[in-house]
Structures are given as C-alpha cells and as structure tokens.
C-alpha cells in the first residue's frame, strides 16, 4: 500500500471511531441540547403570540377609550353651543325688556312733558285772558259801575258766607 493510502485508511478509521465514540457518548448531550433550544424557540413562538394577542386586545381597548373620549369631547361641545345659545337668548330677551322699558319710560316722560306744556299753555292762555278780560273791564266801567260792581260782589260774599255759618 501506498503511503497515502494508509494515510486515508488510518483518517478514514479514526473518523469512523471518533464518529462512534461521539455517537455513544455526545449524541444524547448534542439531542438534548437541541431540544432545548427547540423548546425554547417554540416558547419564545408563543410568549410573542400570546405578547401580541394582549397588545390587540390593549390596542382595542384604547381604541374603545378614544372613542369615548371623543364622543364625550363632541357632547361637551354640543352642550357648549347649547349652553352658549340659551345665554345669548337670553342676553337678547333681557336688551329687548330693557329696550321696551326705555321705550315705555320715554313716552311717559314725553306724555308728562307734553301734560305739562299744555297746561303752561293752557295757564298762559288763562292768564292772557284774564288780563285781556280786566283790561277790558277796566275801560269800559265808569266810576259808578265799578262801585256798583263792588257792592254786588261783596253782598254775594256776605250772602255766601251766611250760607256757609248755617
């Protein structure tokens, strides 16, 4: 045989021993270990199921939470313009009362002012008169009228007055 022949022979017999001695020997240890690391794969495989079913299930409920939110958001909202229109109502019922009474409050100071004027004019045209009526009298009475005047004046008084003692 040749020199590299036996060299084949020898690394062939040493492989194949090394070979059966790992088999009786490593092969267990090798078979576990790979089971472990199978199990261990399989059960980060279903902690990330299971991570991920509960991170769902969180998103969902968040997702239920916004939406509530927002809904109550939006009826905050809805009862801010309702609030904000039934004060605006009301500022306009309260000016419109107010402006009714200023209104009502002028025609009764233009209804007294206008009272008052007629009867200054009424006073004025009393007075014009009378002294119109005296000046009148004064012209056109004698001496003996007036004293005749006088004397029926005071015995209607005295008459009156009698009248009165009874």
């Known amino acids: 045989m040749s020199e590299y022949a036996s060299a084949a022979l020898w690394s062939i017999l040493v492989f194949a021993g090394l070979v059966l001695i790992l088999r009786f020997t490593a092969a267990g240890k090798i078979a576990a270990a790979l089971r472990e690391r199978s199990k261990a794969i399989q059960d980060s495989i279903d902690n990330a199921r299971r991570e991920r079913a509960e991170a769902d299930r969180l998103l969902a409920q968040y997702r239920q939470q916004i939406d509530r939110a927002r809904e109550a958001a939006a009826e905050i909202i809805d ?25 009502a409050r002028a025609r009764r100071e233009i209804e007294l002012l206008a009272d008052d004027a007629v009867k200054r004019i009424y006073d004025e045209a009393a007075a014009a008169a009378v002294a119109a009526a005296a000046e009148q009298v004064r012209r056109s009475l004698t001496p003996d009228g007036h004293r005749a005047l006088l004397r029926e004046s ?7 007055g009698g009248a009165r003692r009874n």
């Open 79 to 103: 009862e801010g313009r309702r609030d904000a229109e039934a004060v605006r109502r009301r500022i306009e019922d309260e000016a419109r009362r107010d402006a009714a009474e200023v209104v």
């Open 154 to 160: 005071i015995s209607r008084m005295s008459a009156a």
